[in-house]
Each structure stands twice: as structure tokens, then as C-alpha cells.
């Protein structure tokens, strides 16, 4: 079992930077493929970005590509999402996820459904 806590959400004005973080607990984390969804308001969850496990890969939506970077700390057992020239379309609860079959997966899945542990989410509204 895996628990993930996300933190570094907030207000922020269009044009401005965030990063988030998401810590996991247990010694498993550097086997798990790791991903940021969002979700706004009345639209369904969204990948934004993921990770595979030794950092080796990394892959985004094209709406933040070039945008947001994505990066973990396997020692740390945290995930980062590094959110630059944010946009009001931006604003979503924004979750981090782990896929717990990572080392049986031959990609790195940018579909919810493949993704085992959720954490609660953090709140990022970027004001125009």
C-alpha cells in the first residue's frame, strides 16, 4: 500500500510559477511509474504529465509541454511538477498518482485507469 500526500498548491496570477510536490510513503516508490492528473471544475480528469520510475522518461499533455516539468526524487520518494507561465485554464485540482504495475508495464501510461494510488490533490487557481 502506498499513500501519496500532494502539497504547493495555491493562488497564483496568469504569467506566474508553482511546484507542486507529492510524497509517498513505503520503500516501493522508485518501482512505480509516477503521473500528475488535474480536473477543473464540471470536466472530466486530464493527464498532465508522467515519469518513469528511474527518471528516464518523461511525458506531457501538449496543453503544458514546454510549460511544466515533471521530475521525483527516488531518495526522497517525492514526485515534483514544476508549473511555469501558468494559465487560467490551468486551474484544476491537480492529483499525483503511482501505477503499482509499473514493472510489469513496457510504457508509461498516461490513462487514469492504469494508475493504482491516488493522492487527495492539491487546489491551483491561477487568477487572469
Known amino acids: 500500500q502506498v499513500q501519496l500526500a500532494e502539497s504547493g498548491g495555491g493562488l497564483v496570477q496568469a504569467g506566474g510559477s508553482l511546484r507542486l510536490s507529492c510524497a509517498a510513503s513505503?520503500?516501493?516508490?522508485?518501482?512505480?511509474?509516477m503521473a500528475w492528473f488535474r480536473q477543473a471544475p464540471g470536466k472530466e480528469r486530464e493527464f498532465v504529465a508522467a515519469i518513469s520510475r528511474n527518471s528516464s522518461g518523461t511525458y506531457y499533455a501538449n496543453s503544458v509541454k514546454e510549460r511544466f516539468t515533471i521530475s521525483r526524487d527516488n531518495a526522497k520518494n517525492t514526485v515534483y511538477l514544476q508549473m511555469s507561465s501558468l494559465k487560467p485554464e490551468d486551474t484544476a485540482v491537480y492529483c499525483c498518482a503511482a501505477d503499482a504495475v509499473s514493472f510489469y508495464r513496457s510504457y508509461v501510461s498516461r490513462f487514469p485507469g492504469h494508475y493504482s494510488y491516488w493522492g487527495q490533490g492539491t487546489q491551483v487557481t491561477v487568477s487572469p
Open positions: 513505503g520503500r516501493t516508490f522508485s518501482t512505480y511509474n
